[in-house]
């Protein structure tokens, strides 16, 4: 899958450091909006807003796959005028990967990226000018799936079983570590590493017996292709909650445009909501958008599996919770994709979300 992150991802930010480097924004951190005197707070318009004028209007916001439910809740925002309704233009554009998305933003080329949590955390190691500003999922979305007929439950039933992973799929970089945290034998278990088609494949003829994937994606798929409800194991469970579906822009873009951020989170905190509330609506407009891709049925599917995990107690939807953020970072760092462990708040800013 095209949105986990792995040590590959090392070289290609290292490189986008030298461009980054070039572009004059060396500073690792967002100027706070209060000193920009366009953030100070005004009366409201005739929506109902009480945030400042936008500093600009026309926004991208780049994603880091092509369609899927999960990302429904951006064009649904957008398809039904609320972005327009924050005074903004957003262009939604599909992506190619975390990795990609991550260098364009870095380089200030596009404005707000959609990624894995894990590819900003690298980045903002190695210096690159880029903050989380929203994480729609408080409960990380990897699982282990597997057949009713021969279940996994907990990590304790790996033993004697065979795992299809990603070649560069996050679980396929945590998998040492997330076994020997769970005290399993490594010699009794095996990871058959594979490019995704060839893993989905291997999963659905019953070659192995358990492939690793995404509660949000994959599971209501295969679920739905076989006609069973397949056995899920969240690593979540088992202390690798490792936070998803992250928002990150470039800090010369958050301290020049706050009120534009402030409103753009708004917008889609709005637009999420309405998803979460009406997925057979969403569905449809996503057809709408990808008559040849999108199967109404199954994203209604991924958009009921997104929402199971968008919500944090009392908060507003995309809020990064700061005890994720912890946990996530000592996740990476354990199993070594990050090299050293940062403050929490190097890595994030709730400033520019609605606040509860």
């Known amino acids: 899958m095209g949105r986990w992150t792995s040590k590959l991802a090392l070289p290609l930010l290292a490189v986008t450091l030298v461009a980054t480097a070039c572009g004059g924004n060396s500073g690792n951190e967002p100027k706070p909006a ?11 318009d005739e929506n109902g807003i009480t945030i400042g004028a936008p500093e600009k209007t026309k926004v991208t916001l780049r994603l880091n796959w092509k369609f899927k439910g999960e990302f429904a809740p951006f064009f649904v925002t957008k398809e039904k005028g609320i972005f327009e309704k924050y005074g903004l233009d957003v262009e939604v ?8 998305t991550l260098q364009v933003l870095s380089q200030n080329k596009e404005d707000i990226g959609v990624m894995s949590t894990a590819e900003p955390m690298q980045g903002i190691e190695q210096g690159m000018p880029v903050k989380i500003i929203a994480s729609y999922m408080s409960r990380s ?21 065979s795992i299809a992973s990603s070649i560069s799929s996050t679980f396929t970089s945590l998998y040492d570590k997330f ?18 088609g060839a893993r989905n494949t291997a999963f659905l003829n019953k070659e192995v017996d358990a492939v690793a994937v995404f509660s949000t994606n994959e599971f209501p798929m295969f679920n ?22 992250t ?7 958050l301290a020049d445009n706050p009120n534009t951020a402030k409103r753009f989170l708004a917008a889609v905190n709005e637009g999420f909501k309405y998803t979460i509330d009406n997925p057979e609506e969403a ?11 999108v199967d109404e049925e199954l994203t209604v599917m991924q958009i ?53």
């Open 93 to 100: 554009l599909e992506g190619t990967s975390s990795v990609q």
């Open 179 to 196: 076994i020997e945290h769970n005290g399993v034998d490594g010699s009794k278990v095996k990871l058959v590493k594979m490019e995704t």
């Open 247 to 253: 928002l990150a822009a470039n800090n010369k873009f």
């Open 34 to 44: 209060a000193t920009n005197p366009a953030a100070a707070e005004v009366s409201a």
């Open 141 to 161: 979305p990897i699982i282990l799936l597997s057949y009713p007929d021969n279940p996994i439950k907990t990590p304790a039933d790996l033993e004697g079983k």
């Open 224 to 245: 739905k292709k076989l006609g069973i409800e397949l056995q899920p194991m969240y690593l979540a469970d088992y202390g690798f909650d490792v936070a998803g579906l």
């Open 304 to 356: 009921q599996r997104t929402g199971e995990l968008a919500v944090l107690e009392g908060k507003p939807f995309g809020w990064v919770s700061e005890e994720n953020i912890t946990h996530t970072s000592s996740v990476l760092f354990e199993s070594g994709l990050i090299k050293k462990q940062l403050p929490a708040t190097d890595y994030f800013t709730n400033e520019y979300s609605p606040q509860p």
């Open 283 to 293: 569905a449809a407009i996503a057809k709408k958008l990808f008559p040849d891709t």
